[in-house]
């Protein structure tokens, strides 16, 4: 079965950092897009970042310039390394893996959340 572990949220001052990790389990993360999203209280759940199997990455707008997506095929593991964090990215950043098992099948896989707390 398919399974995507997070891990390395917790509180953290303005302007401080976080390096999320997602290990992948039961499929080769290098081989599918992999994304990074986040759910904060009473908001929709929102793209943060996100990788292809070729390596291009894509961010939303609030982060440019202060996230970066990478992985590890070795370890398959992605991270997100958040810098000059802000209150408002507090919320549950969430692991997603786009697998395509087909030409014409498509599915995501959800991680159960890591807790990003953004506060002084």
């Known amino acids: 079965q398919v399974q995507l572990v997070e891990s390395g949220g917790g509180l953290v001052q303005p302007g401080g950092s976080l390096r999320l990790s997602c290990a992948a389990r039961?499929?080769?993360?290098?081989?599918?897009?992999m994304g990074w999203y986040r759910q904060a209280p009473g908001k929709q759940r929102e793209l943060v970042a996100g990788?292809?199997?070729?390596?291009?990455?894509n961010y939303a707008e609030s982060v440019k310039g202060r996230f970066t997506i990478s992985r590890d095929s070795a370890e398959n593991t992605v991270y997100l390394q958040m810098d000059s964090l802000k209150p408002e990215d507090t919320a549950v950043y969430y692991c997603?893996?786009?697998?395509?098992?087909?030409?014409?099948?498509?599915?995501?896989?959800w991680g159960q959340g890591t807790q990003v707390t953004v506060s002084s």
């Open positions: 997603n893996a786009r697998v395509r098992s087909s030409i014409v099948t498509i599915k995501d896989y």
């Open positions: 039961g499929i080769i993360s290098s081989s599918n897009t």
């Open positions: 990788i292809t199997s070729t390596g291009i990455t």
